[in-house]
């Protein structure tokens, strides 16, 4: 096992079109780190560069105790898992295992006990026969992991390994990863599109976006501390609500004013964030999660929302709510995930905004009704709207840069 580290690593095509910019990460010894972002963001550039498929314009790549930057694929001690699996379709499972080794001259005995092994933690000993033609789309999977494990290597490097599994089995895969990398221990950098796989497999997420690393942090953490209006529109499935409000002070409080509607803040929330007090009477971007919001109950003074009801979408164990507000969308296609933040929004009139509510499974709301949703005031999120950056909790630091 090694150490993965970015040192300032850039990456420029032609015509000065930067694909990776500045990239500062390191992996630790035995960790799982998943690369994350939208299409063209520079995650697999990034994966690509640390195997040596890619060179690299600027900055340094260790492995190890070694810099890599001038060494060859096959000199890096790294292993990949591609999401066309990439198995020889002629050879048997046992043949696919072993090929690595036997090019590695292995001694027989020991290519025969690590295979065996690593067929009995993969749950492939009564596969070792067959061909990949004889097996299912995640067999497949687990022989190209076999493949990649079975040669011991300092590292791996998946790239988008479950993307050809359909719904089902790539839920299954992906369990089936974290339990063999948690089992083996092994460096893992890990690139994906999509963040319910990066949430619930990496120790930690790197979210990127247009070759920039936005923030980097603990799957939770990047959920309750969106270091900027990307990371926040990105993570998290449904996506975060965001909405355009008005920083206002009423007597003692802070209010936000959602269209015609105020939301008194917490003090406790207000004297977690003392940098609120610089943005009173400015615009701001405020992000409530789907699950912040709730059918209001019979207190009159509890913060609400009132609104119709678009649409419901019963899921059995939860039903999520479109609900048409008067408010201010947030129009910031340059700050968030644009194709996010629009998954759940509803064509609606010019100053209204449609919000996505967690309901329970069996809510008696319907379209057409009028209801008043209950915001959990101290559970918002609140964000410059020039920079994007998240006006955060004096606790809790943002690592993330501003979006440019």
């Known amino acids: 096992m090694a150490a993965i580290q ?24 035995g960790e799982f780190v998943v690369l994350v972002g939208p299409s063209g963001c520079g995650k697999t550039t990034a994966l690509r560069m640390v195997a040596g498929l890619e060179e ?63 067929a009995r933690i ?51 895969m992906r369990a089936e990863i974290a339990r063999i990398q948690q089992t083996l221990a092994v460096t893992t950098l890990y ?30 953490r990047l959920y309750d501390s969106p270091g900027n209006l990307f990371v926040a529109s990105f993570v998290g499935s449904p996506a975060m609500n965001l909405l355009e409000v008005v920083l206002e002070r009423d007597g003692g409080t802070l209010v936000c004013r959602v269209g015609d509607t105020d939301l008194e803040l917490p003090a406790d929330t207000v004297g977690r964030r003392p940098a609120l007090e610089r ?24 913060p609400r929302l009132r609104g119709r009801v678009l649409l419901v979408e019963a899921l059995g164990a939860e039903s999520l709510a479109h609900v048409e507000v008067t408010g201010t969308p947030l129009d910031r296609p340059e700050l968030v995930d644009v194709a996010a933040s ?18 329970e499974h069996d809510t008696g709301v319907r379209p057409g009704h009028i209801v008043d949703l209950a915001v959990d005031t101290r559970r918002l999120h609140f964000f410059d709207l020039e920079s994007g950056v998240a006006i955060a909790a004096a606790a809790a630091p943002v690592t993330a840069a501003a979006v440019g």
Request: zero cysteines.
């Open 279 to 302: 943005f009173v009477g400015r615009h701001i971007a405020v992000g409530i999660r789907p699950e912040a919001l709730s059918e209001a109950g019979e207190d009159p003074d509890a």
């Open 122 to 172: 993969l749950g492939l000993e009564d596969m070792l026969q067959r061909r990949p033609a004889q097996l299912s789309g995640g067999q497949r999977q687990r022989v190209a992991m076999g493949r990649a494990i079975v040669r011991e290597p300092q590292a791996f490097l998946m790239d988008e390994p479950l993307s050809n599994l359909d719904a089902k089995l790539r839920v299954q």
């Open 6 to 29: 970015l040192v300032h690593v850039s990456k420029e095509y032609g015509g000065g079109a930067l694909a990776v910019n500045d990239l500062n990460l390191e992996i630790a010894e």
């Open 56 to 118: 690299i314009t600027d900055g340094e790549i260790r492995i190890g105790d070694r810099v890599v930057n001038d060494l060859a694929p096959r000199d890096r001690d790294i292993a990949m898992v591609f999401q066309n699996y990439a198995l020889y379709p002629h050879k048997t499972v046992y043949e696919n295992l072993v090929f690595g080794l036997r090019m590695r001259k292995v001694p027989k005995e020991e290519r025969r006990r690590r295979v065996e092994e690593i």
């Open 342 to 359: 629009q998954t759940h929004l509803l064509p609606v009139g010019e100053r209204t905004a449609t919000l996505l509510a967690r309901l």
């Open 191 to 220: 690139v994906t599109h999509d963040q319910v796989e990066a949430m619930t497999m990496g120790h930690r997420v790197a979210v990127m976006r247009g070759g920039v690393l936005q923030q980097v942090d603990t799957p939770q």
